[in-house]
């Protein structure tokens, strides 16, 4: 894909608000892999030929036989093209290729020697692997030399923190650069890359620009190892909720349920089965509430009208497909049954860190609505006793009798969550919804229920048998 037809494509994706391609490789794989010829149509793919398959015609008895015959046909070949008959001269070409390479309009990481004579090859022969009448010599990328002014911080999809330095533009392998990904903080840390440094840099793959390392000769003298909690004050950049790094993981995460940075993949763990189970609302309709500005968190579905859903449109502008009136009548009856399901299911759609299934479950057995949670008594008493055995030593939370579901990993997140300003803001939103998410397993003082009262209290179960014949 040459590089100018790229560049434009990207610009067009991102004004409809379409993923954008990293670099032409990608997008030229991922257009290949379609299956729908008319998307691969309107894909600004180019070929050149730089080999011959299957033929039946006259002889080709050299390279240039084959390329006169491209030519005669228009079928556009790889150029420059050098013949040579010393190593000197092949040496020369390459290092010519490699300098001018970067006028070619597209993207090349190296320049391929082949033998002329076509008798000459099949002498050669072939290893197991490759011909031995032609070989690839790959270019060294270019590295060049600048200063990481700053550094930013960009929330993803599912609000994964990925750092990236901000660079004092420089060319480099024939673009200018200005910007690379610093993948997360242990990569920062590793190569201990910190604000202010003169660093190395060069395209991985020619294509995406990499810090290779820093020049420690030219470091300030006052600069401090770069931590990303302190660096984003400790809130997500996005939406200023807070952030948890999760034991073993690289990374730093948002964790705000109502992260606009995150709204589809929130939308969609909000609708799904086991959360709120909203049906007809997965990845197409929340990519388009999205996308159209109908909704920024998975709280706002609630007011979407049945109108609204109906004349949604799930398509593109130049072919659009409407959800219509029938889907969206099933979405606002089962938004409407969402409002009273258990608050095991709210938690589990709020997609908390930490939160899965049998935690929320837990959780809502300790607390009789959503309002006392973000208040646990119980959950800060856990995170308050770090013993490994608190849970059957400190007296308070003996009764309780808490499974191994809800620990102080949990209550971290948790209360982390509900004292922040996001956390706050959630529990404001469903107060004005008038949803106040209740427990449908209420029973905190497991060990001190009285057994003696239970319906079953008394009688002897039945066993069955099992045999095999
Ligand atoms: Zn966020």
Redesign the pocket.
Known sequence: MPNEAFAAMNAERDEQGLATFANPRNATAGTLKQLDPKIVAQRPLAFLAHGLGAYEGPELPSEHDFHALLDSLGIPRNQPVFTVSTLEGLLESVAKINHDRHDLGYGTDGAVVKVLDRREREQLGYTSRAPRWAAAYKFLPEQKETRLHSVTVQ?GRT?VLTPVAELDPVLVSGTTVSRATLHNEEEIQRKDIRLGDTVIIEKAGEIIPAVVKVVLEKRAADSKPFSLFDHVGGQ?P????PISKEEGFVAWR?T?FE????AVSKIKQFASRKALDIEGVGETVAEALVSRGLCRTPLDLFALTEATLGSLNLGSDEEPRRFGEKNAAKVIEALQQARSKPLARWLYAMGIRQVGESAAKELSRLHATLGELAQSPILTEILKDTRADAKKKNELLVPYAITGDVGPAVAESILAFFQSEAGRHVLERLGALDIDPASANYLPKAAEVDLSAMPLAGKRAAGTQSRTV
């Open positions: 929330v609000g997500c996005s939406c200023h909720g948002c705000n992260c606009p940075a995150q």
